[in-house]
């Protein structure tokens, strides 16, 4: 049986406690490890071959953790998060090694890029995708500018879905757990012609809230989604391969609320009941519907040559509701909406000589992300709408260079060059009433006036940058089974226009900000030992965090408001360190540890000519420490093998903001169990899994703001029940 691949974890500070050490990966009984397959430069090779970090999961790895979903991998994973941004159920939080983008507004960029069969996903509305149909993930570490382009300052996340074999297969997976859970995906393919196949799959997940509206009984935090995908391969020739695709997921959850954790400053009242519980006035209503259609054909020109067309169109839409007080009155509510689209084209060529490989190609991005949302402060009797659009034009050039100086010494030479251009209309406007004309139709009161009383802001501007990302790396190769390597790269991360700058307070907004760059120093080793009955992989890396895009508050005399806006005011400093170890301990017990620590240090903030950067903490959800510890146990069962698999993890202290806030949170240690069934024919599967077993209570995203003071927090103590057969 399969049972293997990398997992990884984080680290705590009282390692002694850590006396689990794995089950991400699992030995065969009669063997060590087994090897691992990534494609993080672009083209297959061995895990512990590729000078980066970078973690992997295979199918049978994330089913013994119980993986559901992107978010349930920062646990797997050092120096990483990747959760559900507050307020909403399928929006993305992502940050690794303290670089990523925590406000999901329309016209900012992510730090940290996904990938769905090396298509880039440009928004994170819907991101946090549901695992099916899945081959492998893999979680790269550090600025990919050379390979991946912008925005991938802090990683990538890149999501693997399977080829299709061609032969006649079905397979129905279901779930009950916890909360009514219900889930249930079916997928299949089959081939039709000896050089045709079709395959798809589609999944529907469904669960109760784990809190309420305590007025009207609607659920909080539940899960209503519908997913699909078809793909048709074609292979017309030994030497030519195309697959066409198509997805599309909707996400009916309902709108997700907040607890208030203090007094609201217009009443003594705080939300009652479980931290899951609310009493807001807004409606439930919540949409995300994301779809895609993609058309990759690969030519292999020669034994050495091979050209890759990636031809790819995406598109999504969000209608929300964000209740910032989460009381039964429109102190501070927040209707929004979203859409997006993307067509992106990439040529890539790919060459392997004796002693060298290239990996090049063109990159082409365009883009329109547009939006609007009203703050509706009912105790002013006034709405503030934004809103606006952002058309993005981005084409690159790049090349990753491998030659083998020595038989044991290898060169990496890398550089890409991107040309990045935004135009931008951007309207920001004070109404008189509840709600402005564009959302009247969600409020049932009286309705706003119909004409702003004072114009903000309202321009249209373009501008445009270009940027180059080298990357220069040596890799010595000390003995069969253990690499060492030091690499320089750099990234950047988009500028832009801020959506909810105020012009009239500050002017400048109209000019935009511009990109931020990382330029990051990294060590590392990659050791399989003891004939390969323990793999180790350990980084230590420095980053120059330059041109920080922050966002700053300014108070206005003339309108007695505060207003924001992003400028690049911040430099920052970067260190820290990851140990991924999986030991096969005997032939049955398996275990892994794996330790991140990230240091962060502000070294200048600027606002308003005053650098304000010792007031400051740590960066946004970027824990210091985290860690993650685990044992697998292997065991022939039932003509077949049964995987008992515990883990613990840790995350230390965790800033919500740039500054320090109320919302700021204390460590969290998470512990999970489950048990795994696979058949020996390799047609059942039956995994049951707890989550969060001590049914800790934790806060990991919130709101604050005019006085307000919102909570969002992780999940309860879950169990489920997860099996599947294979026709």
């Known amino acids: 049986m399969n049972k293997t691949i990398k997992s990884a974890a984080k680290f705590h500070p009282l390692a002694a406690a850590v006396m689990l050490a794995c089950g991400a990966g699992l030995a065969h009984a009669d063997a060590g490890l087994e090897e691992v397959t990534v494609t993080a430069q672009k083209r297959e090779q061995s895990l512990q071959e590729v000078p980066v970090a970078v973690t992997a999961f295979n199918e049978d790895s994330l089913i013994e953790n119980g ?91 890149k999501y693997v879905t399977k080829r299709l074999t061609g032969d006649t297969e079905f397979r129905i997976r279901g779930a009950i757990g916890s909360y009514n859970q219900r889930d249930i995906v079916l997928s299949g393919q089959t081939g039709l012609t000896d050089t045709a196949a079709i395959g798809f799959a589609v999944a529907s997940y469904q669960r109760d809230g784990y809190g309420e509206n305590l007025l009207t009984g609607a659920d909080n935090y539940n899960k209503d989604i519908l997913s699909g995908r078809v793909s048709l391969e074609l292979n017309p020739t030994d030497t030519l391969w195309i697959r066409v695709a198509a997805d599309s997921t909707k996400d009916d959850s309902n709108a997700r609320f907040g ?23 807004m409606p439930s209503d919540n949409s995300v519907e994301t779809s895609g259609v993609s058309l990759t054909a690969e030519w292999q020109l020669s034994e050495n040559l091979t050209v890759k067309s990636i031809t790819a169109s995406r598109s999504g839409e969000t209608e ?100 990045d251009e935004k135009s931008a209309d951007v309207f920001k406007g004070n109404y008189l009433g509840l709600y402005s004309p564009e959302f ?93 009955r323990i793999r180790l992989n350990a980084a230590a890396f420095h980053t120059n965090y330059d041109d920080m895009q922050v966002t700053v508050q300014t108070f206005s005399e003339a309108t007695q408001n505060f207003s924001s806006a992003v400028i690049n005011a911040g430099k920052s400093e970067i260190q820290g360190l990851e140990r991924e170890m999986m030991a096969s301990i005997t032939d049955r017990l398996t275990s892994n540890i794996v330790l991140g620590y990230t240091d962060t240090d502000y070294l200048e903030v600027i606002d308003g000519g005053v650098d304000v950067s010792d007031q400051w903490g740590a960066f946004q959800y970027s824990p210091a420490k985290t860690a993650l510890g685990q044992l697998s146990y292997n065991i022939d069962a039932f003509e077949g093998s049964l995987v008992l698999n515990g883990s613990v993890s840790y995350r230390s202290e965790m800033q919500i903001y740039a500054a320090p806030s109320q919302l700021d949170v204390g460590s969290v240690t998470l512990f999970d169990a489950g048990v795994t069934y696979f058949s020996g024919d390799d047609k059942w599967q039956l995994s049951l899994q707890g989550k969060n077993l001590t049914d800790e209570e934790y806060r990991n995203a919130g709101y604050t703001a005019f006085g307000w003071i919102t909570g969002y927090y992780g999940a309860p103590r879950t169990v489920a029940l997860t099996g599947s057969y294979n026709f």
């Open 67 to 157: 993986v559901a979903d992107l978010s349930d991998i920062q646990k797997l994973t050092p120096n990483t998060t990747l959760q559900v941004s507050r307020g909403t159920n399928s929006t993305l939080t992502a940050y690794i090694r303290g670089i990523g983008q925590q406000d999901p507004l329309w016209g900012f960029e992510p730090g940290v890029g996904i990938y769905v069969d090396d298509i880039y996903v440009a928004r994170p509305q819907g991101a946090v995708m549901d695992v099916f149909d899945v081959e492998r993930i893999e979680v790269l570490r550090g600025p990919q500018g050379t390979l991946y382009g912008k925005n991938t300052i802090g990683g990538a996340v």
């Open 259 to 281: 607890f208030l954790m203090e007094d609201a400053p217009t009443g003594s009242e705080t939300s009652p009941g479980s931290v899951y519980d609310h009493e807001s006035n």
């Open 320 to 419: 929300t509701n964000i209740d910032f007080d989460s009381i039964s009155r429109p102190d501070f509510d927040v209707p929004a909406y979203y859409e997006d689209d993307q067509f992106t084209q990439e040529f890539q060529l790919s060459w392997s000589g004796e002693k060298s490989n290239l990996v090049s190609g063109i990159y082409y991005y365009e883009g329109t992300a547009k939006g609007s949302f009203d703050a509706v402060l009912g105790m002013y009797g006034i709405t503030q709408n934004v809103s606006g659009s952002v058309d993005t034009e981005s084409i690159a050039v790049y090349a990753n260079y491998e030659l083998a100086l020595t038989d044991a010494l290898n060169l990496t030479l890398g550089g890409r060059y991107t040309v």
């Open 440 to 532: 009247a139709d969600r409020y049932d009161g009286e309705p706003a006036v119909a004409t702003p009383y004072a114009i903000l802001t309202d321009y249209s501007n373009s501008d445009e940058w270009g940027q180059f990302s080298p990357k220069v790396g040596f890799n010595y190769q000390l003995d069969e089974d253990t690499m060492v390597y030091a690499s320089y790269s750099s990234g950047f991360k988009s500028g832009g226009f801020d959506m909810r700058g105020d012009a009239s307070v500050m002017p400048e907004t109209e000019d935009g900000y511009d990109p931020e760059t990382a330029d990051t120093y990294e060590l590392g080793v990659k050791a399989e030992l003891f004939n390969n």
